[in-house]
T-cell receptor
Framework: QKEVEQNSGPLSVPEGAIASLNCTYS??????FFWYRQYSGKSPELIMS????GDKEDGRFTAQLNKASQYVSLLIRDSQPSDSATYLC????????????FGSGTKLNVKP | GAGVSQTPSNKVTEKGKYVELRCDPI?????LYWYRQSLGQGPEFLIY????????DSGLPNDRFFAVRPEGSVSTLKIQRTERGDSAVYLC?????????????FGPGTRLTVL
């Protein structure tokens, strides 16, 4: 079983809609959770980090964490064509918070 | 300011050859990470440096891979006797102090192709 699982997509949403991206992880004692965006041919860039259960909002982005269900999600409100990219979920274990485990990513297409 | 830089941007080599990939982190960042990303996959952790020392090298796939950071700044990833399966994009990232909650900034990557 992979440490971090994501649906590869593609997820297609119309411009202005809410995009919902999901991620599950296998290690129950994982400590930190991150969402990265990666444009084709580019390197990942951090969008959000979340460390405790609940929601964390930053502009159009909301990260949601449920440790009991080992589930973390990213909501993108008012999706724009410029949001089209691959979104990577990353998790760090409690015993080694510098070792990031990345999922394979979900490709998001926002159609104008 | 300048971000993380990596050289070369592309490297084509033949099976069995030796290669070196270089990473220049953001100035002042003490933590440096190497990842490998294959097509359609997320980055795979290779090694983490805190200062000059390799704090965690558990992701290095085998003893053909080695990395150094002698002065706590620039790092070099070295791959001996390259194999076709080593072909991937090698990403370097740095963060301010490696607390696990500080942001990792990625470089543009080196695309390694082993023929």
């Amino acid at each position: 079983q992979k440490e971090v699982e994501q649906n590869s997509g593609p997820l297609s949403v119309p411009e202005g809609a809410i995009a919902s991206l999901n991620c599950t992880y296998s290690d129950r004692v994982s400590q930190s959770f991150f969402w990265y965006r990666q444009y084709s041919g580019k390197s990942p860039e951090l969008i959000m980090s979340i460390y405790s259960n609940g929601d964390k909002e930053d502009g159009r982005f909301t990260a949601q964490l449920n440790k009991a269900s080992q589930y973390v999600s990213l909501l993108i409100r008012d999706s724009q064509p410029s949001d089209s990219a691959t979104y990577l979920c990353a998790v760090t274990p409690r015993y080694n918070f510098n070792k990031f485990y990345f999922g394979s990513g979900t490709k998001l297409n926002v159609k104008p | 300011g300048a971000g993380v830089s990596q050289t070369p941007s592309n490297k084509v080599t033949e099976k069995g050859k030796y290669v070196e990939l270089r990473c220049d982190p953001i100035s002042g960042h003490t933590a440096l990470y190497w990842y490998r990303q294959s097509l359609g996959q997320g980055p795979e952790f290779l090694i983490y440096f805190q200062g000059t020392g390799a704090a965690d090298d558990s992701g290095l796939p085998n003893d053909r891979f080695f990395a150094v950071r002698p002065e706590g700044s620039v790092s070099t990833l070295k791959i001996q006797r390259t194999e076709r399966g080593d072909s991937a994009v090698y990403l370097c990232a740095s963060s301010l102090d490696g607390t696990g909650t500080d942001t990792q900034y990625f470089g543009p990557g080196t695309r390694l192709t082993v023929l």
